[in-house]
């Protein structure tokens, strides 16, 4: 397969070996758009446009606040809401369901949220094509720790969409093996973890992240 700009930080990100590979590019395209918006792009009327009408969610808008650029997040959010209040102007004047739709729809989406969204369907779709024509690419996705949750369902159903039957059936016997062995040992974890409390088990060594560990597992948290 040839490189893509979205086969090279696959390569990267599985050749690191930490965490689910799937939220690690989720994070790497997340911080990209939230210092790509906080930056120069914040000017570009485009971008603007995008931000305006999109917003960010509350876990967005909570990591713009925690970058210390005011200024930015200021002038962004002053546009933002030039933009809600013709959305509200434009309902009180003709308040029918169409103009309360175009409220809703604003007040769901978030733009870093919906890049992340389609860069995903990107690597999705680079991820299996690299599986399916390259060996070695295989081998690499042996060797991961884990995916999490989310990630390995959404692998598995995107896998037998998108590849052969044949093809789909390793796949899945490869992912699957991968999450057998990684639930066997969040299991032993939790349950050390929870032994620690017994004083019967006193002394005896235990994962102290556990219960983070697992939780990142379940929900794909912390990536
Ligand atoms: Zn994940
Ligand atoms: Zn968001």
Redesign the pocket.
Known sequence: MKETIYTIPINEVFEQKCGCPMCTLAKRTETKTLEYIMGAAMMESDVRESTNREG?????YANMIAMNNRLSLALTIESRLKTVADLTDAFAKSPNSRSAANIAKTGRS?????K?TSEQERYYENLLGMWRDEEHFRELFRRQEYFCLPHFGELLERANRALPRKYAAVFARDLAGIEQAWLERMRGEVSGFTRSFDYRYNGEPFEKEAVERAAAFLSGLNA
């Open positions: 960010f969610c509350a876990r967005h978030c733009f870093v949220c919906g992340v």
